[in-house]
């Protein structure tokens, strides 16, 4: 497959995916929010796109060279940026403190292993207790509501799909465990942006 097709390919894929999601996430407003059945949906045709990896290779979306850095592609995003998904790679390894997100989220595996720790609603409750751990990687995944809190934790190389209902650069706020000062403090995101959109990128 050329370069102009694979990314037609993905182009129609992305599309057909967030189509989908876009209505589930519409049912749920329409019910006061969507809750864990709706984001089981998100995360089950998310998995599906994830088959596709053909489409979503290193090639074309290259991992960061520098040892724990990570870049977020950004493929689809809806014009109120209420709405966002995006290819996370992270070349050689990092981790994250127990955080919130302050809008649902979903982690699907493509390549490589990210451990999820899963703290379930706690922010401002003292320390975070972990309750589950799930290992993203191929065929799985991870799904929370908006006061959800998880860390992540990844050795190597990992590629997964982050999605969100709300755009990455607008979930201002967020709130992180810091362990040696024993607190919540404000989440600064240093994560890279990368814009991947075939619309802005042809």
């Keep these: 497959m050329s370069d102009h097709d694979r990314a037609a390919s993905r182009a129609t ?3 057909d995916a967030m189509g989908d999601i876009a ?3 519409a049912e749920g407003r329409e019910n006061g929010g969507i809750d864990r059945a709706g984001l089981e949906r998100i995360k089950q045709r998310l998995l599906r796109l994830a088959e596709r990896e053909d489409l979503f290779s290193d090639d074309d979306f290259p991992p960061p060279e520098a040892p724990g850095a990570s870049v977020s592609y950004r493929i689809a995003q809806n014009a109120d940026d209420e709405l966002a998904l995006y290819v996370q790679c992270v070349g050689n390894g990092t981790s994250a403190p127990p955080h919130e997100h302050r809008t649902w989220a979903v982690i699907v595996g493509m390549r490589g292993r990210e451990l999820n720790r899963l703290y379930g609603p706690c922010v401002g409750a003292g320390e975070p207790q972990v309750q589950s751990e799930v290992m993203v990687e191929r065929g799985t995944g991870v799904a929370m509501l908006h006061d959800d809190v998880h860390s992540i934790h990844i050795e190597g190389a990992a590629t997964n799909f982050h ?3 709300l755009a990455m ?4 706020g967020r709130l992180f465990w810091h362990d040696r000062s024993g607190q919540w403090l404000v989440f600064e995101d240093d994560s890279q942006i990368v814009e991947a959109r075939p619309d802005r990128t042809l």
Excluded at 169 to 172: G, K, P
């Design 23 to 25: 209505m589930i996430d």
């Design 169 to 172: 650069e607008r979930l201002d």
């Design 13 to 15: 894929a992305v599309a």
């Design 163 to 165: 999605c969100y209902g």
